[in-house]
């Protein structure tokens, strides 16, 4: 489901724990083929062939959710997004971390208000987002 990619999230750079994440995707877009994977996520099948290809980092948490969805062992897409966003808003409250402190710890140029707006689902999160923020609140946590 994305947040679980990684066992230990904490001990990965940011660009290893997207990389987990796209391994899990291109697992499913392997075992479905990338034509149907485009057909029934509804991603155009240049992005199907991307992530079949090789590393995406501005693959949207929606895309990838729409792509493990394919999975029959999985969740529909809305139910991976949302337990995601629970995961995250989970691991903030646990490591009492507020936006400010996750926007001024990673590597991405987002004020406190956009991490807060692509943790919520007001507006879009990538795949390099999403692995800045879960490593930098794993990290937290492990303390």
């Known amino acids: ?8 999230p904490a001990s990965l750079s940011p660009a290893a724990l997207r990389e987990a994440y796209e391994n ?32 995406v980092p501005d693959l ?14 999985r969740p529909d897409a809305e139910t991976i ?13 646990t490591g009492v971390v507020d936006v400010d402190t996750i926007a001024s710890n990673v590597d991405l140029d987002l004020s406190g208000q956009e991490v807060q707006q692509a943790v919520e689902g007001r507006s879009a999160m990538t795949l390099e987002q999403l692995a800045a923020i879960q490593r930098f609140l794993a990290s937290r946590n492990d303390r």
């Not at 489901?1 to 230990?8: G, K, N, R, V």
């Not at 057909?39 to 991307?50: E, M």
């Not at 997004?81 to 409250?93: F, I, S």
Request: charged letters at 30%.
């Open 60 to 73: 949207r948490v929606t895309d990838a959710a729409a792509l493990l969805a394919l999975d029959d062992d």
């Open 81 to 93: 997004v949302l337990e995601l966003r629970d995961h995250l808003l989970m691991a903030m409250t």
């Open 24 to 55: 899990q995707l291109r697992t499913v877009v392997d075992d479905v083929g990338v034509e149907t994977a485009a057909a029934d996520s509804g991603l155009d099948r240049d992005t199907v062939t991307a992530v079949a290809d090789g590393p």
């Open 1 to 8: 489901m994305l947040y679980d990619a990684a066992s230990e």
